[in-house]
């Protein structure tokens, strides 16, 4: 149900492939919310994905940009306060390590690889928050959100390189929040969410088996990917304006719990 929380605000979300992804779902949301969007991905991401079919759902554009380009960045931008004016908010839903991709272990990483993965999945966010900040592109209490992970703070071993992108991420919308708000009240937070079926997600060896684990650790289970959507929307609107710097557990309470009954029992011969 739709309450218009984000009626009148303008905004941009990064990362929408397909159906499974949570950006599409926060696109969704949004535009219900009363929001106007423009939509972006990598010109590799829209020939693979299907985002023109959103972009019809959502009644927007879609600016092909890649997030680790400046000049793209800045044309992104550019084109969005030309139809909007200033914007009021900001997704960022972008990962990738080539290293998972190409199934390197942990102990055996390529550094180009890496290096290449921390710019597209990290990076980028500042590279993105630089463009912004420099153009005044967002309204005062203006809020920016990126999608993170539990594996900054902790191990996870399959999870690999990613770790790192998502740790300098959050210090990322820590450090630039600093300035932002310091300078234009804009608020910076980061969401650790779930385990969701994203196809980012699905790329992770043994994800389906932590997937369940996850799901019996957390006291309420896992948190699916609508209701990430949502939790976005409220952090977009008006009535978090002064949350910020944070990177808020979105997971059930997984974040929280040592060890659940359920996974005791799995492992209790009484």
Not at 62 to 85: M, N, Q, W
Not at 212 to 235: R, V, W
Request: charged share 20%; hydrophobic share 45%.
């Amino acid at each position: 149900m739709a309450n218009n929380l984000l009626k009148g605000k303008k905004g941009i979300i990064f990362g929408a492939l397909d159906e499974n992804s949570i950006a599409w779902k926060v696109a969704i949301e949004a535009v219900d919310n009363g929001a106007e969007i423009i939509l972006t991905n990598a010109p590799i991401a829209l020939r693979m994905g299907s985002i023109e079919k959103l972009a019809v759902l959502c009644n927007c554009k879609v600016v092909p940009a890649d997030a680790t380009s400046i000049a793209d960045i800045e044309k992104l931008f550019t084109i969005a306060l030309h139809d909007f004016g200033k914007i009021d908010f900001i997704l960022h839903s972008i990962g990738m390590s080539l290293n998972v991709r190409k199934k390197r272990v942990y102990t055996d990483l390529n550094y180009d690889f890496l290096v290449k993965g921390l710019d597209v999945s990290a990076i980028s966010f500042h590279k993105m928050l630089q463009v912004a900040f420099k153009l005044d592109a967002l309204n005062e209490f203006g809020s920016v959100l990126a999608l993170s992970y539990i594996a900054a703070q902790r191990t996870f071993p399959d999870y690999n390189d990613m770790a790192e992108n998502k740790s300098y991420l959050e210090s990322i919308a820590r450090s630039f929040g600093y300035h932002y708000g310091k300078h234009k009240n804009v608020r910076i937070n980061t969401i650790s969410q779930s385990p969701t079926f994203t196809t980012a997600g699905a790329g992770v060896k043994g994800f389906n088996a932590f997937f369940e684990y996850s799901n019996k650790i957390s006291p309420m289970g896992n948190a699916s990917a609508i209701d990430c959507a949502k939790y976005c929307i409220t952090l977009f609107s008006d009535y978090t304006k002064m949350v910020t710097m944070q990177n808020l557990f979105h997971d059930g309470g997984f974040s929280k719990t040592g060890v659940s009954k359920d996974v005791i029992d799995l492992f209790d011969n009484d």
